[in-house]
Each structure stands twice: as C-alpha cells, then as structure tokens.
C-alpha cells in the first residue's frame, strides 16, 4: 500500500529546480504533499485529486497522472527553507486513509 | 491559524507500563487519525476515527491500542502494554473533510520505551 518516492535524497544549490516522484501500484483515489522539518510534524502542502491535474502555488507545484499511478513535485528556484523531507501520501481508489511513501530528503545548500 | 495540539511532547516510560497520548483536533474537523514514525523512517498510518468510531485501522494498531474521545475536544491514544519497539513520534492528525481535503498534524509526542 506505500506509495514509492525517488529519490531518496537531493541535494540542490539555491535558485536550482528538483523533481520528485512518487509511484502506486494501485489505483489512486488522490495524492497528497507534505514537508516535514527535522523533529517537526508534517505540513501539508496540498492535494491532488482523481481526474489528472497539475496545481501549485509559486514555485512549488505537482502533477498527478492518474492513469500512470504517479504524481511529482516539482521546485523551482529552491531556498534554503525548502529543505526538508517530503512525503507524498496516497489515497486509494475505495478507501479512505492516507499512507505515506519512503520519503526523500531534499537539502538545500547557499 | 488552527492548529492540533498535542501532549505530552516527550513521554519515557518502563516496558510494560500503559501510556495515554493526548491530542486536541482542530475544533471544527471531523476526522481524526493517529500515525508514528520511527525516528528518521517512513510514517506509518495506524488508526482514523470518525463520528465516534474506529473507520479503519492499520495492522500495526492491534489490541494493545485503543483510541477514545472522551469529550468534545480530546482524542486520546492508549497503548496498554508498552513494548521497547513502541518507542517512536506519535502523530495525531485532523481533517475537515476526510479524503478530499489535506490533514493537519500536530507537533507528536516521543514515546521512549524503556
């Protein structure tokens, strides 16, 4: 039922862009986002629902391509703030709870 | 902004022993759900709750747990017979809408097993 993200890990200079990708192998209902802050609790960033869409705000925006069981992240002009971990988290079609996949930590560096 | 609260941020407790993990949802939300993350790994979905009942539960959430909302406000996580393998943040979660809107976490609680 975990969803899997790549990559594991990325690190990025300020202004440099990232993607992240997160797979299902089953059907999917939504996708969420989340970052999550060392010893902090995840933040949600937003949620794309069963029909193949792309949203976002800024700099920070994902697609979910519903047929192929995937959605990405993508960032733009990373900060230093954008550093973190971000989970994607998947809702399957006929169910109603939240799991999260493996995670990738993203480090952004002046 | 709203937020969940949670207490305590820190617990350490003997093996064996019960715990009871507190957590106060967003006011207006409706869905509610516990989930822990073993330092620095995935976070594990355990149990949603929904107009005073258990929707769901994870294989994890076996019957050493037990979830409550004992008034209007407090959700409450109870793990009866505390394990080493326990130790881990716990997250209380809250949605206004279930599956359609994003959850809002709270800061967790560390339960340290020892």
């Known amino acids: 039922q975990q969803p899997v993200q790549s990559p594991q890990a990325v690190i990025l200079r300020e202004g440099e862009d990232a993607v992240i990708n997160c797979s299902s192998s089953?059907?999917?209902?939504?996708v969420h986002w989340y970052r999550q802050k060392h010893g902090e609790a995840p933040v949600f960033l937003m949620i794309?629902?069963?029909?193949?869409e792309q949203k976002g705000h800024e700099k920070i925006s994902a697609s979910f391509n519903e047929k192929k069981q995937q959605s990405s992240l993508y960032l733009t002009a990373s900060q230093l703030s954008y550093s973190g971990t971000y989970f994607c988290?998947?809702?399957?079609?006929?169910?109603?709870?939240?799991?999260f996949g493996t995670g990738t930590r993203l480090t952004v560096i002046p | 902004e709203p937020e969940v609260t949670q207490t305590p941020s820190h617990q350490v407790t003997q093996m064996g022993q019960e715990v009871i993990l507190r957590c106060v949802p967003i006011?207006?939300?409706?869905?509610f759900y516990w989930y822990r993350q073993i330092l620095g790994q995935k976070v594990e979905f355990l149990v949603s709750?929904?107009?005073?009942?258990?929707?769901?539960k994870s294989e994890i959430f076996d019957d050493q747990f037990s979830v409550e909302r004992p008034d209007g406000s407090n959700f409450t996580l109870k793990i009866r017979s505390t394990k080493l393998e326990d130790s881990a943040m716990y997250f209380c979660?809250?949605?206004?809408?279930?599956?359609?809107?994003?959850?809002?976490f709270g800061s967790g609680t560390r339960l340290t097993v020892v």
């Open positions: 979660a809250s949605s206004g809408g279930g599956r359609n809107y994003g959850y809002t």
């Open positions: 089953k059907a999917l209902y939504s």
């Open positions: 794309l629902l069963k029909g193949g």
């Open positions: 988290g998947t809702i399957q079609t006929g169910a109603n709870n939240l799991f």
């Open positions: 006011s207006n939300h409706l869905y």
């Open positions: 709750f929904y107009n005073n009942e258990i929707s769901e």
